[in-house]
């Protein structure tokens, strides 16, 4: 069931109004293809959520661009195609997009999660997938946008921030808003700290738009 109805947690009380008792239904897997460049805890919770059968999902391809890093060791545990696309061999971001469009095509992927993926995408990965790309961000968008969200967060002050799955369009971090969690900064509260409590809630929210596309909730102005 992906919803958390624990009335004492103050994030949840503060989470986007989609709470639903269960979406997952039977019928074709959404086929994932996702991109991430580090940990891949968020990579771990979805396929967590299809594992536990609250999201209807397949993982074709993990695509990643830093060699040995910890999510591609994720995805070989999980027994998903890991495929290495190094940007420092690619002379521009488009070169790379190109070879992350291949990939994907490949692998026969329809929706893109961009999971922790720390490149600026372009229109050529972009108009190969229209409305077909998901990203989680570690701020409540549209405050705190690019990297370093989380010290932007902590560097202005915020009492409350969070995160956003979103779709991905040209403009970095903006596109239509599906799910958002918020966190509230704690006094002593440091870089990691606030991180590591905002990413409880990403493992939460992104399996949680993932299975909302997967029904069908969530249309794209191209559907
Ligand atoms: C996540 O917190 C995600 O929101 C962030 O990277 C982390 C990846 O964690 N993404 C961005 O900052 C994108 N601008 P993970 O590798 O453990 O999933």
Same mark, same amino acid.
């Given at each position: 069931?992906i919803?958390?109805s624990?009335?004492?947690d ?6 986007? !109004? ?16 996702i991109?991430?460049s580090g ?6 919770a ?11 999902a397949?993982i ?16 070989e ?9 190094n ?16 990939t ?15 490149r ?9 997938f229209?409305?077909r ?15 370093r ?20 369009c040209?403009e970095?971090?903006s ?8 966190v !509230? ?19 939460r ?18 559907d």
């Open positions: 069931m919803s958390n624990d009335p004492t103050l994030t949840l009380s503060l989470v986007s !109004p989609i709470v639903l008792p269960s979406l997952f239904k039977e019928g074709t897997p959404l086929k994932l293809g991109m991430a940990n891949g805890s968020n990579f771990e979805i396929a967590e959520a299809i594992a536990s059968k609250q999201l209807n397949r074709q391809v993990l695509v990643y661009n830093n060699p040995g890093i910890k999510a591609a060791a994720r995805a545990r999980w027994g998903v195609a890991a495929v290495l696309l940007h420092r061999e690619y002379k521009r971001r488009e070169d790379l997009d190109a070879a992350i469009v291949e994907l095509r490949q692998y026969e992927v329809e929706w893109i999660v961009m999971a922790g993926w720390m600026i995408v372009t229109p050529v990965l972009i108009d190969a229209p409305d790309i998901v990203n989680i961000h570690p701020s409540l968008l549209p405050s705190f946008k690019g990297v969200a989380v010290e932007q967060a902590l560097d202005a002050g915020v009492k409350i921030t969070g995160c956003t799955v979103h779709l991905v040209p970095v971090d596109g239509l808003i599906l799910v958002q969690a918020a !509230p900064v704690l006094p002593d509260d440091t870089p990691e700290t606030l991180h590591s409590r905002i990413q409880v809630q990403e493992h929210i992104l399996p949680q738009a993932l299975a909302q596309l997967a029904v069908g909730m969530v249309r794209s102005k191209r």
